[in-house]
């Protein structure tokens, strides 16, 4: 990283949970981190969540560096499972990872990290109609509101946002 303020990668795309952008991206800033929203489309694409929020993206994929960031976010809703489609987003994530960022993850999120290949013999959470999809991708399924394995953070809904973002904080610390 070039700079002394720490980046953290928030990815979104349509649909995605709106309380799960919205209460990190705001924890991170107030926890001196610079966020950048990145999608699919070009910076200052306006993504709406399931429930209607807006955000605006900050920087295209096409154009996030892995070695800029400490870390990545991979909400959940119904953009990650579009978003995991995305050799990008894939490529930004496995990068994070092999670099040793943290890696964070909440709901249906973990839809991105299955097929970034990052959670195999790993202990995981995420809702519970990821359960089959994680084990199969030979990660170990909770059910708790937090599960931390190493630099990986995951957490099952919205209700688990302050167990989340504790976990998360303290990773990126």
Known sequence: ?????????????????????????????????K????????????????????????LEITKAKSKDY????????????KLRRNPKILKLVGDIDRQGGVIASICHGPWILISAGVVKGKKTTATPALKDDLMNAGAQWVDQEVVVDGRLVTSRKPDDLPAFMRELLKLLA
């Open 1 to 33: 990283m070039t700079s002394s303020i720490k980046k953290i990668a928030l990815l979104v795309g349509k649909d995605f949970e709106d309380m799960e952008v919205m209460y990190p991206y705001y924890r991170l800033i107030e926890a001196g981190f």
């Open 70 to 81: 400490s870390g990545v976010v991979a909400p959940g809703g119904w953009a990650p499972d």
């Open 35 to 58: 966020v950048d929203v990145i999608g699919e489309d070009p910076a200052g694409t306006k993504y709406l969540g399931k429930n209607g929020y807006p955000i605006v993206s900050t």
